[in-house]
């Protein structure tokens, strides 16, 4: 619960380790060729494990990959030494002569600028060099101490790709060979059925499949189209927002789609975020803009509605408000960055003193939804103000807001750990990141405080020493928007949404014709007890029903027949495959009332 600070990737001994194998795996592929024959170019690790890029006088293909594997092995299991020596320009030139692409990396090096990998630097570095066995690398390191230290069976090669000299086209084209390690091979295993996993649940492909979303390119890039069961997803997510919103004391409001660009423009937005907005529309002499954020309009509500007094404090405002946002056409992808989002936003106007308990119920808030969705991993980063001039200077404040906000996320035990200069610059925030069943983590919820807009745009309350004063506003989301969450939420669920979520619940499957009529009657039953009910009175046969059904991921079936109509009876068939046998539609309303109070 106390403050964390997260080890840096880069810091940490599976970077030394991927580090490592990238550089054997260099040796093992260079063996691969008569002397001389291979240019090597770099080889960092990278998020999921390494690659290098290689001039080879051949191309490889993955079936070449067992036999460098298996040197990679052999070169593991002789525990040889990484050694680091530091040298001059000319002894680097004579090391890699005849190795064109390290020669320009020494020149940079040499001259100052960039590192071996490229990549610029703001000082002259050194140069080194790190040897295991007979390769040699121009490199700064880290390593592990030895090749023994990369465990031989969570090592694996993962596929080819051409790359550009330093990524660009007018330079040669080489040979990336992408590979990852691990520290054990569960770990690998579990790493490679993640990658199978994600393709398969990739929210993109079954939004199709589960017929829930599509793009039109006459409609343009990043404006999804929801089916009816697509709108019915969002409804059911919206709604249970709204509720819970409800609950916790946030009141909604309506603020429009277009805002006249003159309120950006005091409200500060036109000067930092006039990229992010779609061009002007202009009438007479007056520019709208799209609205890509609620914080303006919400506070022009809260001036509009008059005098308020710190008695009123705190108003929270919540709006589910869809936004425009100028994403290039070429980056917005599936549901994850789209050009209309919609926001499940909240403002919460209240004093100074108000700040620890408004923010403790917004943490309260996000845990209970967080939960609902299955999200019980999850940890806060909490960005503080750091060195530089961007931040709000009235260190007063931020002290007080930065104390609020620790001391809220310590009483209500919720783990979190600091990022100093991560804040933006009104105040400090906190974001949620939340990990699915893949172990992916996902930044979703977040809560800001802001010290700034509401001064700019002029927002009062009469305080208790009957004083005008500035009230602090907090901004939060809770699932962020819900284009993105259903997208997060596809995958983490694989399609297969808890009941309560599910935009269809029950599909009716007479098994022949004569059984249609009770099988509407069923599903009229059902639905006078509001459960979303289909019949799939098709002329397909029942198994192809069952199969369409089980596709569609629907929780129940129930399959009626001659002996179900006689006894006026169903018998579910549930997702899980279970068959709890026939019974009476009474219990099985039951059935279904349990699962979705559990949440299942
Ligand atoms: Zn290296
Ligand atoms: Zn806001």
């Known amino acids: 619960m106390s403050d964390k600070k997260e080890i840096p990737y880069i810091e940490s001994e599976l970077y030394r380790i991927r580090h490592s194998a990238a550089h054997v795996m260099a040796q093992a592929v260079m063996e691969q060729f008569e002397p001389g024959e291979v240019k090597i170019a770099i080889g960092p690790p990278i998020e999921d494990g390494f690659y290098y890029d290689f001039q080879l006088p051949r191309q490889l293909t993955p079936e070449d990959f067992p036999v460098i594997e298996k040197r990679m092995r052999q070169i593991i299991a002789a525990k040889h030494k990484f050694e680091k020596r530091v040298v001059s320009a000319e002894e680097a030139q004579k090391e890699f002569n005849g190795q064109p692409f390290k020669l320009e990396l020494i020149e940079g090096l040499a001259a100052g600028g960039i590192d071996e990998n490229g990549e610029p630097l703001k000082e002259k570095p050194e140069i080194?060099?790190?040897?295991?066995?007979?390769?040699?690398?121009?490199?700064?390191?880290?390593?592990?101490?030895?090749?023994?230290?990369?465990?031989?069976?969570?090592?694996?090669?993962?596929?080819?790709?051409?790359?550009?000299?330093?990524?660009?086209?007018?330079?040669?084209?080489?040979?990336?060979?992408?590979?990852?390690?691990?520290?054990?091979?569960?770990?690998?295993?579990?790493?490679?059925w993640r990658l199978e996993e994600a393709k398969k649940r990739d929210h993109r492909k079954l939004g199709k499949e589960l017929g829930l979303f599509y793009f039109s390119d006459d409609i343009g890039p990043g404006i999804p189209l929801f089916t009816p069961k697509g709108e019915m997803l969002r409804h059911l997510m919206e709604d249970y927002v709204r509720e819970t919103q409800t609950r916790y004391g946030y009141e909604h409001v309506?603020?429009?789609?277009?805002?006249?660009?003159?309120?950006?423009?005091?409200?500060?937005?036109?000067?930092?975020?006039?990229?992010?907005?779609?061009?002007?529309?202009?009438?007479?002499?007056?520019?709208?803009?799209?609205?890509?954020?609620?914080?303006?309009?919400?506070?022009?509500?809260?001036?509009e509605m008059g005098r308020?007094?710190?008695?009123?404090?705190?108003?929270?405002?919540?709006?589910?408000?869809?936004?425009?946002?100028?994403?290039?056409?070429?980056?917005?992808?599936?549901?994850?960055?789209?050009?209309?989002?919609?926001?499940?936003?909240?403002?919460?106007?209240?004093?100074?003193?108000?700040?620890?308990?408004?923010?403790?119920?917004?943490?309260?808030?996000?845990?209970?939804?967080?939960?609902?969705?299955?999200?019980?991993?999850?940890?806060?980063?909490?960005?503080?103000?750091?060195?530089?001039?961007?931040?709000?200077?009235?260190?007063?404040?931020?002290?007080?807001?930065?104390?609020?906000?620790?001391?809220?996320?310590?009483?209500?035990?919720?783990?979190?750990?600091?990022?100093?200069?991560?804040?933006?610059?009104?105040?400090?925030?906190?974001?949620?990141?939340?990990?699915?069943?893949?172990?992916?983590?996902?930044?979703?919820?977040?809560?800001?405080?802001?010290?700034?807009?509401?001064?700019?745009?002029?927002?009062?309350?009469?305080?208790?020493?009957?004083?005008?004063?500035?009230?602090?506003?907090?901004?939060?989301?809770?699932?962020?928007?819900?284009?993105?969450?259903?997208?997060v939420i596809i995958e983490h669920f694989a399609g297969a949404f808890p009941v309560w979520l599910a935009p269809e619940q029950v599909m009716v499957i007479p098994i022949a014709d004569r059984h249609n009529e009770y099988a509407a009657q069923v599903a009229a039953q059902l639905r006078a007890e509001g459960l979303r009910v289909r019949v799939d009175d098709s002329s397909d046969r029942m198994n192809a029903k069952i199969r369409d059904a089980q596709k569609q991921k629907i929780p129940y079936m129930l399959v009626v027949g001659d002996a179900e109509q006689e006894a006026g009876q169903v018998a579910p068939r549930l997702r899980s495959g279970e068959n709890p046998g026939a019974m009476p539609v009474a219990e099985f309303l039951a059935l279904v009332r349990k699962d979705i109070a559990e949440g299942n």
């Not at 969570?154 to 590979?179: C, F, H, V």
């Not at 919609?342 to 209240?350: E, N």
């Not at 009104?426 to 700034?452: C, H, M, N």
């Open 308 to 487: 308020h007094s710190y008695r009123e404090l705190p108003l929270r405002f919540a709006e589910f408000a869809t936004l425009y946002r100028y994403e290039k056409s070429g980056e917005v992808s599936g549901l994850t960055r789209v050009r209309a989002l919609t926001q499940d936003d909240c403002h919460t106007f209240c004093t100074p003193d108000q700040i620890q308990q408004e923010f403790s119920l917004s943490l309260q808030l996000i845990r209970e939804v967080l939960e609902r969705y299955r999200f019980s991993d999850y940890k806060v980063r909490l960005s503080l103000r750091g060195e530089g001039g961007k931040y709000v200077n009235d260190p007063e404040k931020w002290d007080l807001a930065e104390a609020a906000l620790r001391a809220a996320l310590d009483a209500n035990r919720v783990e979190y750990f600091e990022a100093e200069g991560e804040a933006a610059f009104y105040g400090p925030k906190a974001d949620f990141i939340a990990r699915d069943v893949l172990g992916r983590e996902w930044q979703l919820s977040t809560i800001q405080v802001d010290f700034i807009q509401p001064a700019r745009l002029g927002l009062a309350y009469i305080g208790e020493d009957n004083q005008e004063h500035t009230p602090v506003v907090l901004h939060r989301a809770v699932t962020g928007t819900t284009e993105r969450f259903l997208g």
């Open 128 to 192: 080194s060099f790190y040897t295991h066995d007979v390769f040699t690398d121009l490199c700064r390191g880290p390593h592990v101490e030895h090749t023994g230290q990369i465990n031989p069976s969570a090592i694996k090669l993962m596929s080819i790709a051409g790359a550009y000299w330093r990524g660009d086209e007018n330079n040669p084209q080489l040979t990336r060979i992408y590979g990852t390690a691990f520290k054990s091979p569960k770990e690998l295993e579990e790493y490679l």
């Open 254 to 303: 309506w603020t429009g789609h277009l805002v006249k660009e003159d309120l950006y423009k005091k409200s500060g937005h036109y000067d930092n975020y006039a990229d992010v907005m779609f061009p002007p529309m202009v009438d007479e002499n007056v520019s709208f803009r799209l609205k890509p954020m609620n914080c303006p309009s919400h506070m022009t509500l809260y001036k």
